[in-house]
């Protein structure tokens, strides 16, 4: 990694930490350029203002977790199977990276980026899975499932960032409570729901 990507990337991380904590307008370019160890001016060289950074930093969170989801479920076929292990993937993450979780959680139903994360690869594999009959609901509620999905998965992670609940329990309890509501029998569901956890792929 050359000296500027590195201070991209100095500068991004810092950017999530700032967001999460305290949202986009008490960020200024000061505070940015101290959080992330360079000057102001290496700051203005790479973006105009944290407003911009906020976008680059949401997208991109949005389209690297997407991808590297996606990675993990080359040897998957069953729906439920890649339903479960996406919401978990995100509690553990939750766990791991904590200001990750934190900006998620802030962000989640305020920034575009964000809330097309629930719109992509998880609305396809729900599709599937009615199509297949792997799950059981109305065609015309699609939509109104991937907001359930999106919702059991905030609040999966909320669980974690706030203490209340390890990443198993959450992940696995929020999994387990989704494929029951999509038909999946309970005992499949628990089953699933508590398989291990791969890791998740990083991006090469």
């Given at each position: ?8 990337e100095r500068i991004r ?82 766990h791991e990276e904590p ?17 097309g994360m629930w719109a ?85």
């Amino acid at each position: 990694m050359n000296a500027a990507s590195s201070a991209q990337e100095r500068i991004r991380d810092a950017a999530v930490r700032l967001f999460a904590e305290r949202g986009v307008a008490s960020v200024n370019v000061r505070e940015l350029a101290q959080a992330a160890g360079v000057a102001r001016g290496t700051i203005y060289n790479n973006v105009d203002s944290p407003e911009e950074i906020f976008s680059d930093v949401a997208a991109r969170l949005a389209n690297e977790m997407h991808e590297r989801v996606v990675l993990s479920f080359d040897l998957i076929d069953d729906p439920a199977h890649r339903l479960s292990n996406g919401v978990r993937f995100f509690a553990r993450r939750a766990h791991e990276e904590p200001h990750w979780g934190r900006f998620i959680l802030r962000f989640a139903f305020s920034n575009a980026s964000l809330q097309g994360m629930w719109a992509g690869p998880p609305a396809r594999d729900l599709k599937t899975g009615l199509d297949t009959g792997r799950y059981n609901f109305a065609p015309s509620q699609l939509t109104a499932v991937i907001s359930m999905v999106a919702g059991a998965g905030l609040s999966a992670m909320f669980l974690v960032t706030e203490g209340h609940k390890s990443w198993r329990e959450a992940g696995s309890d929020s999994a387990e409570l989704l494929l029951s509501a999509l038909g999946v029998p309970k005992a499949q569901a628990h089953d699933i729901a508590h398989r291990p956890l791969p890791p998740l792929p990083e991006l090469k």
